[in-house]
Every structure is written in structure tokens, then in C-alpha cells.
């Protein structure tokens, strides 16, 4: 089944890229659960959107060479800072900044589409994910941008650690939690932008936070929860990649649903032991 994966180049970039996604999508987001902060990957995902709404657009009525993705990424990183500003200007109502910014993200991408002409088969491709878009110049940007998640991730893995359980003490202990929020928020920025091409704008989200949740119920410790997330999310990708492929339907449905099925099985993973547990207790 693999065989056409590793036989035409265009595929094998997108199982390539998908096998780099599927790291660095639940690495970030299992700090972005903890944190409590899911809904910042949707509001980035229709900022990244705009972005690459505005790219096509530029193409097509200016007919530039622009490409769309680095668009995206632009405005993903944007996005995120001006999160992050937002966040500071209401400091009691902090979580206001998302909706904030997927609104404009959502205004933005009407307003670009709508002067492109509307929707086109490229456009189709980033909303909801295509096993042929990957060009070779995408993977390496995806390349570059996933070296550089994991490094930065490692080298600061206990700040982040820290922020995410308790940022009270991270700031009271002299941890520059504003300085590594920000680092935290523009990576996060930077793999949403790069999964689109995989997964598709809509469905970015669900990358970040299906393969987290199943990791969850059945995880006894925050490094193996890590360590799971990127198994599901891996074998989401793949099982999702090679189905969308023989299916002919875009790969960011099927990659959601393996993702949904991997978290049921872990809930009912967890129930099947509590009730063994319980009985083992009767015996007893």
C-alpha cells in the first residue's frame, strides 16, 4: 500500500511531511492542552488561512509569485504576537484575545477570497487537506520549521514545563514567563501554518489536540504523555494519509476520524481497567 508513496516524488513529500507533522502537531500541542489554551490553534488556523487567501489572491489578480504557505506562515506568526499583546491589554479577561483574532482571521479571508474571485481547487486543497500538494519547496520549509520546533522545544522544555502547570510560581521564581509564552505561541503559529498543507486549515486544530486527549486517559506521567500524543498523532497520519489516498477524498477527514477511533479506544482502554480493577477489589 505504501508502494505509490515512496514511487512519485509529490507523495512521497506529502508522507514525508506528514510524518513531520505528526511529531511536532501533539509536541506543542500537549503544552497547549495543559495550558488550557486549545482554542488558540483554531484562531491561528483562520489567520493562516487569510494569510494564504491573501498569497492566491496576490497571484491571481496581481500575477505574482507568491507562495501561499509562507503567506500563511506570515500572518500565523502575526497572529500570534498580537494574541499575545491582546493578552497583556486585558489582563482579567485574557482569553478574549482568541475569538478577537479568529474573527479578523475569518474577516480577512471573505474579504481576500472574495477579490480572488472566490473558491478555486488550490484554496479547496488548504482548507481541507490534499495527499498532492506537498512541492518540494514546501517539505523543506516544513523541514526547517520542524528542526527548529523540536530544538527549541529541548532546549527549553523546563521553562515551558513549568509555565504550563504552574505560572504563578514560574514568574515569582524570576522565569521570564512573557519571554517564553511568546517563543511558545510563535512556534505554535509556525506548526499550524506548516500542518495545513497536510491536514487543511479546518481540521489543523484537531491534530494539535485528538491525539493529546487519547494520550491523556491512559499517560502516567506528563514525558509519556508526550511520547503517546506523537505515536497517535503518527499513526493518524499515516493510516489517514494512505486511506485519503486509495479513497480519493482529502486526507484531513480521514485523519481526524482515525484520530476520533485512536481516542475512543483509549477511553474504553481506561474504563476496561478501572472495571477490572473494581472486580479485583470484590474478589478481594
Known sequence: ???????????????????????????????????????????????????????????????????????????????????????????????????????????????????????????????????????????????????????MVTIFYKELFTLSFDEEHATVSGLHSKTIHLLFIVLTALVIAASIRIVGVLLVSALMTLPVAAAMRIAKGFKQMIGLSILFGELAIIIGLISGYYLNIPPGGTIVMVSILILLISIGMKRLKFFKAVKAREIK
Do not use: C, W
Open 1 to 151: 500500500m505504501l508502494a505509490d508513496f515512496f514511487q512519485y516524488d509529490f507523495l512521497r513529500y506529502t508522507f514525508l511531511t506528514g510524518l513531520l507533522i505528526g511529531i511536532i502537531a501533539p509536541l506543542l500541542g500537549t503544552f497547549i492542552v495543559v495550558r488550557r489554551l486549545s482554542l488558540i490553534a483554531d484562531a491561528l488556523s483562520h489567520v493562516t488561512l487569510a494569510g494564504i487567501s491573501f498569497g492566491l489572491m496576490l497571484e491571481k489578480l496581481l500575477v505574482i509569485s507568491f507562495s501561499p504557505l509562507l503567506g500563511g506562515m506570515i500572518f500565523s506568526v502575526i497572529g500570534s504576537i498580537l494574541i499575545e499583546r491582546l493578552r497583556s491589554v486585558y489582563k482579567a479577561y485574557q482569553e478574549i484575545a482568541i475569538p478577537i483574532i479568529l474573527s479578523g482571521g475569518v474577516g480577512l479571508s471573505v474579504i481576500f477570497i472574495a477579490l480572488a474571485n472566490g473558491f478555486n481547487n488550490d484554496l479547496f486543497n488548504y482548507l481541507f487537506g490534499s495527499v498532492s500538494a506537498v512541492s518540494r519547496s514546501d517539505f523543506l520549509m516544513i523541514v526547517t520549521i520542524s528542526i527548529f520546533v523540536v530544538f
